[in-house]
């Protein structure tokens, strides 16, 4: 199978190239906004593997590179919700307009199959918890929620008009080695200039479920085997939830620091767009047979361990 992954370079996308690779050809299409091209180093020289600099905003090229691939992995976008919030137009571009130009370049090169990385945040603050994929109304309170529903609202579109199947996850908080961004990355950096204090936004008291990326990969691939229908939905999540304070005291102990003084900046939420309290009902995927083998917390340990391991020594 010839897989073509937009967002490749990035941080579920390197994973999932590592996958792939085993058993089919793999494109990236990345224009290394976020992604890093040290996290597909190690495919380059791989004659089943091809990586191509571009925007998806460049619709001839997209469709150009796009030719003679079985599915679409499209994993782009901008996962920095803040940065959507202060440059209003950036999600529209970056994940609305960039995934209508990849449905047309499937459409023109006769591609009928996709899988989406979609977001918990579609959801916004949602009054039934855990929620299911039938919750709504579907009220997102950011712009990466909102253009991550339009997304999949233009896929169901596509799939309905002519003839894609879709594969479309509400994900979790993913979490892991290579992050571009995150509450891990940005504690560890802080600590890294100053270990004697942490600031966290908010009151610390933030809880979302985190999933670890390799089961985020292996839940994606399940669900593409296992699941047949035209447009599969699944929330794509770990049991239980892990508190931003919670966090920030892992990472402490992960790094080996003592006396650090956590200085909290107050509210309900770490900034506008945050929802401060997410969990997702995962019996749907649950049903088809997967189930990630670590829970929240557990993912969040996985992670920092594999975080810190790959710190510069003092």
Not at 97 to 105: D, G, P, Q, S
Not at 217 to 235: E, P, R, S, T, Y
Not at 290 to 313: N, T
Request: with cysteine; net charge positive.
């Amino acid at each position: 199978m010839k897989c073509f992954i937009t967002g490749g370079a990035g941080f579920i996308g390197s994973h999932m190239v590592d996958r792939l690779i085993k058993d089919n050809e793999v494109t990236v299409y990345d224009s290394l906004t976020l992604g890093k091209k040290s996290n597909i180093g190690h495919h380059m020289k791989n004659p089943k593997f091809r990586f191509v600099e571009a925007d998806l905003l460049d619709a001839e090229r997209l469709a150009k590179e796009m030719k003679g691939h079985d599915i679409v992995f499209h994993l782009a976008a901008n996962s920095d919700i803040a940065y959507g919030t202060a440059h209003t137009d950036a999600d529209l571009k970056i994940g609305t307009i960039a995934t209508y130009n990849i449905l047309e370049a499937m459409r023109a090169n006769g591609i009928k199959k996709i899988v989406f990385t979609s977001s918990s945040a579609i959801y916004g603050e949602a009054d039934v918890v855990p929620i299911p994929e039938s919750y709504g109304p579907l009220q997102p309170i950011s712009f990466y929620g909102a253009s991550k529903l339009a997304c999949e609202a233009l896929i169901s579109a596509f799939c309905h008009n002519y003839g894609f199947q879709a594969w479309v996850f509400r994900l979790a908080n993913i979490v892991g080695p290579r992050p571009t961004h995150g509450v891990i990355l940005d504690f560890v950096r802080k600590l890294m200039k100053n270990p004697k204090e942490l600031e966290i936004l908010g009151n610390g008291k933030q809880t979302k479920t985190y999933l670890e990326v390799s089961e985020c990969i292996d839940g994606m691939l399940f669900c593409l085997k296992n699941a047949d229908d035209q447009f599969n939905l699944f929330n794509l999540a770990s049991a239980g939830s892990t508190s931003v304070e919670a966090i920030a005291k892992m990472i402490i102990s992960g790094m080996g620091l003592k006396g650090v003084k956590i200085n909290y900046t107050g509210g309900s939420r770490g900034w506008k767009g945050d929802v401060p309290k997410v969990s997702l009902d995962v019996t749907k995927i649950n049903a088809l047979g997967w189930k990630a083998r670590l829970d929240s917390d557990g993912a969040v340990r996985s992670a920092v361990a594999a975080i810190v391991k790959d710190l510069p020594s003092p």
